[in-house]
């Protein structure tokens, strides 16, 4: 028999689970965590690491990702992207349905399963799409964080955006509901009213704040009706934040993108149709109104919403240049400059980008360093910037928004399930993520 795979992280400034830092040492065995203590005695370890000077966190779960595969791979696929959520400091993703085939159906479920199986660095959950019409699917599909619902903002079989249908869906069955809330008989209208227009900065009048606030409001009013959960996918307006400050059942969770609260429509002007995504980019109000409600809890929780496409297709003039942006590599350091800046703190952000996400999709033993925790973390370094260069980026789109940023908190370690999977700038690409489970 071979011996357990352990690994010890000596002398790093571990933040704990009530957001407190220990200079200590973590002992990992097995893919879990065993011992977290100011100094552990142990020899026998398979392999250790030198942390002094750096910082432990539990690996980022990033909640909100588009992987492209199958079916559009030529943008991203689930072996890139998940080297990039390596790099970036992301243990686990949750995926959408928006791939060719959609997935919508259990079929479609496994087969990305078994993909993500062979593929994965990191590790992986995947969305049940709703249609309309695919009810069946939506109640029995397994395992999924959820059904995911287009309000808006897309087309074909995974647009749902009338009342009777969305009700439907949220009467029946108990699974958690994300919701791209977008209106789409306002984005259509404006979309007329707006065309001929190839300025990208009209994205964000055309698909404005009150699109996304109807939206929100029909969300939160049928899920209020059934009591049913939900999940507001990319809030992007202070109008939605301020809606939900006043009226949150306990059962509705939201997030908030990076971009969303870095980014405003200034962006359109340095990097043209680069800043174009779903939901759009808004004021630089609106970054401050989306800052306030996740300090105060209001939202509860980060996703990148990472959306490559390629540079050639962005390169096309609006309104054909395609929306969505990549940002599994850069989301840990962004909010972690932040913090740097005053704007939050390291605690909050790691609440934000692993516990508050375990905890709202049900995700056992995932966003935290303590014993019997899994074994995915991340050592960051907060004494160092460096600029984000697009020639060092491993998501096969090769670019970012944040390109020429000058960031820390950059991943130095990154290990899933007590394996290391990227070190210092090199990957280790035999390291195989599990499927998440959710309860």
């Known amino acids: 028999m071979t011996s357990p795979q352990s690994l010890l992280i000596r002398g790093a400034r571990i933040i704990l689970p009530n957001g407190e830092f220990l200079l200590g040492d973590v002992l990992t065995r097995d893919r879990h965590i065993v011992e977290v203590a100011p100094t552990i005695a142990d020899n026998t370890a398979t392999t250790e690491i030198d942390a002094a000077g750096l910082t432990l966190l539990p690996g980022v779960i990033d909640p909100q990702v588009h992987f492209r595969e199958p079916g559009l791979e030529h943008k991203e696929d689930l072996f890139t992207a998940s080297c990039a959520c390596a790099k970036g400091g992301v243990t686990s993703f949750l995926e959408m349905p928006n791939t060719r085939p959609l997935t919508t159906n259990q079929a479609a479920l496994d087969d990305k399963l078994q993909r993500a199986a062979q593929k994965c660095l990191v590790n992986y959950g995947f969305f049940i799409g709703a249609t309309g019409d695919n009810t069946p699917d939506l109640l029995a599909a397994h395992p999924t964080p959820g059904i995911k619902i287009f309000m808006g903002s897309m087309h074909g079989q995974l647009l749902v955006d009338q009342e009777a249908i969305l009700e439907s869906i949220f009467a029946q ?45 029909l969300a939160l009013k049928l899920s209020k009706k059934y009591q049913r959960r939900l999940h507001i996918l990319h809030m992007s307006t202070g109008d939605e934040a301020e809606l939900l400050r006043q009226d949150k059942p306990s059962w509705v969770t939201a997030e908030v993108t990076p971009q969303h609260l870095v980014l405003n429509t200034s962006a359109y002007e340095r990097i043209g149709t680069l800043a174009q995504m779903n939901p759009p980019l808004r004021s630089p109000q609106d970054n401050e109104v989306l800052w306030q409600a996740l300090r105060d809890g209001v939202i509860d929780f980060i996703a990148t919403d990472h ?61 935290a360093i303590a014993p019997g925790y899994d074994a995915d973390l991340v050592l960051v370094d907060l004494n160092t910037y460096r600029p984000v260069l697009r020639e060092e980026l491993l998501t096969k789109c090769h670019w970012s928004p944040f390109e020429g940023w000058n960031l820390t908190g950059w991943a130095v370690t990154t290990i899933v399930g007590g394996q290391i999977v990227y070190d210092k700038g090199k990957l280790n690409t035999e390291v195989r993520g599990q499927a998440l489970s959710f309860v």
Not at 197 to 206: G, L, N, R, T
Not at 350 to 363: D, F, R
């Open 307 to 367: 959306a490559p496409h390629t540079l050639e297709e962005k390169a096309q003039p609006y309104p054909n240049s395609p929306s969505g942006m990549p940002g599994v590599e850069t989301s840990l350091a962004v909010m972690l400059t932040a913090a740097m800046e005053g704007k939050c703190s390291v605690a909050q952000v790691v609440n934000w980008m692993s516990q508050a996400v375990a905890v709202a999709y049900g995700i056992p033993n995932k966003g």
């Open 173 to 217: 069955g108990q699974r958690l509901i994300a919701v791209h809330a977008e209106d789409q008989a306002r984005i259509n209208q404006r979309r007329q009213q707006f065309a001929g227009i190839q300025d990208p900065a009209i994205h964000s009048q055309i698909q404005d704040n009150q699109a996304a606030l109807l939206a929100t409001q």
